[in-house]
């Protein structure tokens, strides 16, 4: 049981290139979260979703895409990437409103 | 809009200190619940607590209690005897009726430096 999973862990890019970062979770949850946090600014909520094949936006949804195909997977994608998404990454599922987090993706945009 | 204000930013304090992290929020629903997760130095976030609007009795974890009061919209969470594995920064977070209770809102973080 490996909870939620993230990849990659570490990303540097350069300004205008794209990437996806995987978010995965065998507990068999419906909800799937990817925040940011930045530092003093806490976690803010980029897109959720809540169930497979929908999504919603979040408090900083601006520059991010997200798709969830399948259940157990919550992909978000960096059309053009942009310094001011420096940042780290974390994804979460829940159950019963306890979310379960991943170990972060440190992005870096040069 | 639902709110959590976490006033300190950072806290310093010697081995076996008592230590209180203050939590407000703000919220016009009269069901919610409220919640405190721990990221250590490592970056995960670890789930603390989850406590619901209804239940207002302080809650005993260990060296960990928490202190619920709805009249201040307070949920502050006390390390009695702290030790140097409590440096962290602990975020408290407040969760929103309208997608089941499973969106939550945090506030900006304490963190907590315990020195030998």
């Known amino acids: 049981n490996a909870g939620v999973t993230q990849t990659p862990k570490f990303r540097v890019l350069k300004t205008g290139q794209s990437m996806t970062l995987l978010c995965a979770q065998d507990m068999n949850h419906e909800y799937m979260y990817w925040y940011r946090q930045d530092p003093g600014m806490g976690l803010r909520l980029i897109h959720y979703?809540?169930?497979?094949?929908?999504?919603a936006k979040g408090e900083v949804p601006d520059g991010y895409n997200v798709s969830r195909l399948k259940k157990q997977n919550f992909l978000l994608g960096l059309e053009s990437a942009a310094p001011s998404q420096t940042s780290v990454y974390f994804c979460?599922?829940?159950?019963?409103?306890?979310?379960?987090f991943g170990p972060g993706t440190r992005l870096t945009v040069t | 809009a639902q709110k959590v204000t976490q006033a300190q930013t950072e806290i310093s304090v010697v081995e076996k200190e008592d230590v209180t992290l203050d939590c407000v929020y703000e919220?016009?629903?009269?069901?919610?619940?409220l919640f405190w997760y721990k990221q250590p130095p490592s970056g995960e976030l670890v789930f603390l607590i989850r406590r619901n609007s209804f239940d207002e009795q302080n809650e005993i974890s260990g060296r960990y209690s928490w202190n619920f009061q709805k009249s201040t919209s307070s949920f502050n969470f006390t390390i009695t005897a702290s030790q140097v594995v409590d440096s962290a920064v602990y975020f408290c977070a407040l969760s929103e009726p309208n997608t089941g209770f499973q969106k939550l809102v945090f506030g900006t973080g304490t963190r907590l430096l315990v020195s030998p």
């Open positions: 979703s809540v169930g497979e094949g929908t999504t």
């Open positions: 979460a599922s829940s159950v019963l409103s306890e979310q379960y």
């Open positions: 919220t016009r629903d009269t069901t919610y619940y």
